[in-house]
């Protein structure tokens, strides 16, 4: 019983309330055409119209239907019109007349296709339904209108339903419409702005991947010129020691260094040519021959193509230098009418043979005693190619073969 009088006592509580927002409004009650002049703008203009004229009639003809939704549509602040009877001819309120544009002074009365011809194809199925009693929402709708006497793109929300007579028979429709031009394009070009941070996030990312990629390269070259710099130290300083240590004499110690040394620096020229990648093996050999090269039948190059490595570049330049000097001294080289022949082969498995050929030179001998020369050639450069090498004097020429394979872990030192 409690709660029954409670939401009695709730149900009065709100009809005084609703009762205080009537209180000191006036009821009395007024004509139609009384409320349209009123209204200022549409209004008068309405009551003025030739609408005897149309289709319409008179206004002294409308029914309390067709008059009540005129003073409705004149009352509400949004932009609306009505489009009555068998030509759609339009009625509007003062919010919908900027919506004309340069044809407001023109389209009270018009019919409805007189006035927006431009968009009439595209609008008459939505005129359809709204006169065939549906009511409907769009949002957005693109139309391409020439309303200010040149094509624009335009956006447009709106309402369409059906308008009744006093029989309730539809006779015409009422559209509320709302243009959402500028927000659509606020919208696209925010949706641009915002693509372009994207395009631009996307390229300081992948511009700090590259920044981030090129400090790792720089650390590694960083790391790897380190680790040459030792190497070079180092083999600059075995030569030394060798050179010395198996000399006759200082004179003999100078010249053999001398000449290993800018055999050293041509190779280093030729890695730094190379950026310090893989060179081929032809080009090595041309380069490192040059300076002994008199004629051009002097030396007999036949080979396949062959990238090789740094180590191993080293290795096949140091013992072609030690090669070609005692050649140049001693043997095919030393004569007009000598000559060497290089040949190289790729095996399976990267196997890899090499052979320097002595050719119309003097009679050879065995040298009396081997020095560093030998070393290098025979032990040191094939620890480069983790193979053998083997130095072989017959009479008419002297035979250096290197076997090994070309991708083993080389001494990173000699």
Not at 50 to 55: F, K, P, V
Not at 142 to 153: A, F, H, I, K, S
Not at 273 to 296: C, F, N, R, S, T
Request: charged share 20%; glycine share 8%; aromatic share 8%.
């Amino acid at each position: 019983m409690d709660m029954v009088r409670n939401r009695v006592s709730l149900q009065k509580d709100h009809k005084n309330l609703s009762g205080i927002a009537w209180a000191g409004v006036d009821k009395s009650s007024a004509e139609h055409e009384t409320i349209w002049a009123r209204q200022g703008g549409m209004g008068p203009m309405i009551l003025n119209h030739d609408w005897a004229s149309t289709a319409l009639g008179p206004i002294s003809s409308w029914g309390p239907a067709l008059r009540s939704q005129v003073t409705t549509m004149l009352s509400t602040g949004q932009p609306m019109a009505l489009w009555l009877g068998p030509e759609l001819v339009g009625l509007f309120n003062n919010s919908f007349v900027p919506v004309l544009g340069a044809r407001r002074d023109a389209a009270l009365g018009i019919p409805l296709s007189e006035v927006w011809p431009d968009v009439w194809e595209d609008v008459l199925p939505l005129v359809r339904r709204a006169l065939s009693g549906e009511t409907f929402w769009l949002e957005d709708l693109p139309l391409v209108m020439t309303r200010n006497g040149y094509d624009e793109q335009t956006y447009w929300t709106f309402s369409y339903g059906p308008a009744f007579d006093d029989e309730g028979c539809v006779i015409g429709f009422q559209a509320m419409v709302y243009e959402t031009t500028a927000t659509v394009r606020t919208t696209e070009a925010i949706e641009r702005v915002n693509v372009a941070l994207e395009q631009e996030v996307e390229k300081s990312r992948k511009a700090l991947q590259a920044q981030k990629a090129a400090e790792r390269r720089r650390d590694a070259l960083q790391r790897e010129l380190v680790h040459r710099m030792k190497n070079m130290s180092a083999i600059v300083q075995s030569l030394a020691v060798q050179s010395l240590r198996h000399a006759d004499d200082l004179e003999s110690a100078e010249h053999s260094l001398t000449g290993r040394l800018a055999s050293f620096a041509r190779i280093q020229d030729l890695f730094s040519a190379h950026q310090w990648h893989g060179m081929d093996i032809k080009a090595l050999i041309e380069a490192v021959i040059a300076p002994y090269q008199l004629g051009e039948d002097g030396f007999v190059l036949d080979g396949p193509a062959a990238p090789l490595g740094n180590q191993h570049a080293m290795g096949i330049a140091l013992a072609f230098h030690e090669l070609a000097t005692n050649a140049t001294k001693y043997g095919s080289l030393s004569v007009e009418t000598g000559r060497v022949v290089v040949e190289w082969q790729l095996g399976e498995d990267n196997g890899f043979t090499l052979t320097w050929r002595e050719e119309g030179g003097p009679e050879v001998t065995p040298p009396a005693r081997k020095g560093f020369g030998s070393t290098l050639t025979q032990r040191i450069v094939a620890d480069y190619f983790a193979g053998k090498a083997e130095t072989r004097y017959h009479p008419e020429g002297v035979v250096y073969q290197l076997t090994g394979a070309l991708q083993q872990h080389v001494p990173d030192k000699i």
